[in-house]
């Protein structure tokens, strides 16, 4: 007996000894049981796991109700206090994280599985989902420094990685952006952060240079009246100091006299003056008798 007694002692054995004492105890324990008492040890478990299963899964659902609306509260704190948009998504995604872990956690423990060893296991089973995901952990990374430099905002029109369109939202490890035909364009953050990016929200002034040919034999003064004209009649040409249109001849062609067009706008205005620009050279220029060439070839035939 004394020999049993040091076998089952805990303090005497390692953990994997220990386990497996406590179950020939138990199993020891049944056999010295009848058929009824069993049945009662059975059914005692039973209702035992099931309310910890119910008790588990309320406990849940309740914890994911109040991270939603903390989220909710975090989100009009954020507003109220104009906290950058894309910070404020950034913390959403990681506070909704973290608060999930300590979710499951609770749960975990009370389904009876020791906190503890859980967590061992979860950081276990994170370091090796880290080594094998290293390229997750440098997009999450990637976004840490996007936040943290701003290279762009959401809402800013952006140019990365061959791709352009309207930043949507900054999350943890990726960044989603609008194309202007409505296609959603998700990029890893790690590639975006170590690229070049070209911003073109990031100023509120861009330039526009049209490069427009006439024909050989029109009155260059007059075409450049012409288009002085069209761009002092458009209300979203800027005339500021050192932002002066300039209309100016800057290629003689095989066909045609190139003249460049160039004249700054608002950011916001940028596409709709280019367009409009452009119509009213193509309308107004030939009723000031500038014309438009056509390419020409000449062909002489020896004989």
């Given at each position: ?220 003064d007059v075409a450049r009246a012409a288009f002085l004209e069209i761009l002092d009649n458009d209300p ?41 620009v452009n119509e009213a050279i193509y309308k107004q220029l030939p009723e000031k008798g500038i014309h ?12």
């Amino acid at each position: 007996m004394t020999w049993f007694m040091q076998l089952t002692d805990p303090g005497k054995l390692p953990p994997d000894s220990v386990i497996r004492a406590s179950i020939m105890q138990k199993i020891e324990r049944l056999s010295d049981m009848s058929g009824e008492e069993i049945f009662r040890t059975i059914a005692t478990w039973t209702v035992q796991l099931v309310g910890k299963i119910i008790l588990a899964l309320i406990i849940y659902y309740v914890g994911r109700w109040l991270i939603k609306r903390l989220l909710h509260l975090l989100g009009a704190i954020f507003e109220r206090r104009e906290v950058d948009v894309s910070l404020a998504s950034f913390l959403r995604n990681l506070v909704e994280i973290v608060l999930m872990i300590v979710l499951i956690s609770i749960v975990v423990g009370v389904l009876g599985i020791s906190t503890t060893s859980f967590m061992a296991i979860f950081a276990s089973a994170g370091l090796a989902v880290g080594m094998a995901l290293s390229g997750t952990l440098q997009n999450f990374a990637g976004g840490v420094m996007i936040l943290l430099l701003k290279p762009y905002r959401i809402g800013d029109y952006i140019e990365a990685q061959g791709q352009a369109g309207t930043v949507k939202e900054i999350r943890l490890f990726n960044t989603i952006i609008n194309t202007p035909d409505n296609k959603m364009i998700i990029i890893p953050n790690n590639s975006i952060s170590t690229s070049i990016i070209n911003n073109y929200s990031k100023e509120n002034r861009r330039r526009i240079d049209l490069n427009i040919s006439i024909s050989y034999g029109d009155d260059f003064d007059v075409a450049r009246a012409a288009f002085l004209e069209i761009l002092d009649n458009d209300p979203r040409v800027l005339f500021e100091q050192g932002r002066q249109p300039l209309v100016a001849l800057t290629n003689l062609g095989d066909s045609a006299v190139v003249v460049l067009v160039r004249f700054w706008v608002k950011s916001s205005d940028y596409w709709d003056a280019y367009f409009a620009v452009n119509e009213a050279i193509y309308k107004q220029l030939p009723e000031k008798g500038i014309h438009f060439p056509f390419p020409q070839l000449d062909v002489r035939i020896a004989q």
